[in-house]
């Protein structure tokens, strides 16, 4: 809410671009490695959580049925939270602005309602989510693995960060959508978190549910 009022949002995207675009729109490394890569691989971990659900790896063993469900919901609902927010944002991306070659007029993503002139559907930043959405994850390990747990949380913020500000300098986000994805997803993470508990606490019965199979893997 402070780097909102700041205003600041102009002034950084100002650092990338001008009257002519934004010259690392199309840089191979911003499209194909931080963008298409990294949104590929964002969701290959989101199968790996769904799948060990049931065939816990690694971190994944010292957490009961119930956290490994919570892990793989909470990563998805981020990304579906993020996805329905854009889906009725009518701000547009900085690369629409007329200041950077575009043709919309700048207005305030909070400004609910008010048409840009642009194509909207710009807020939050959805690919900063594919870091985002495994905040998460920290909730539910930090009971079983509070080691790890930290170790996530880093790994989560700094990819959001990372592929928040690829998208900033490529001119398709402010610097606030990176922030407020990072905002909701978190919010999303601690939401199910309390879920959780709240099952855990009154349905003990659903952590032993693990198939047999689900069982030897988190043995061995």
């Known amino acids: 809410m402070a780097w909102d009022t700041s205003g600041l949002d102009l002034d950084v995207a100002r650092l990338f671009g001008s009257a002519h675009g934004f010259p690392l729109r199309d840089h191979w490394l911003f499209v194909h490695v931080l963008h298409e890569g990294a949104r590929r691989l964002g969701w290959v971990l989101v199968l790996v959580l769904a799948v060990g659900v049931w065939w816990p790896v690694g971190v ?41 070659g575009g043709v919309a007029r700048y207005a305030s993503h909070w400004a609910l309602g008010v048409m840009d002139g642009g194509g909207g559907h710009c807020f939050p930043a959805g690919h900063a989510s594919a870091g985002f959405a495994f905040l998460g994850g920290y909730f539910a390990l930090r009971h079983k693995a509070p080691r790890a747990a930290r170790w996530w949380l880093a790994g989560a913020l700094a990819a959001g960060v990372v592929l928040g500000l690829a998208q900033q300098a490529r001119g398709a986000h402010f610097t606030s959508h990176t922030l407020w994805t990072g905002w909701f997803c978190w919010m999303t993470g601690w939401l199910c978190d309390l879920v959780g508990q709240w099952m855990h606490r009154h349905f003990p019965e659903l952590d032993s549910q693990l198939p047999a199979e689900a069982d030897a893997h988190a043995v061995h």
Not at 86 to 93: A, L, V
């Open 60 to 100: 994944l063993r010292r957490l009961d049925h119930g956290e490994r469900v919570q892990m793989a919901i909470s990563a998805l609902l981020s990304l579906g939270v993020i996805a329905l927010l854009k889906q009725g944002s009518t701000t547009s991306c900085p690369w629409d602005l007329a200041e950077f």
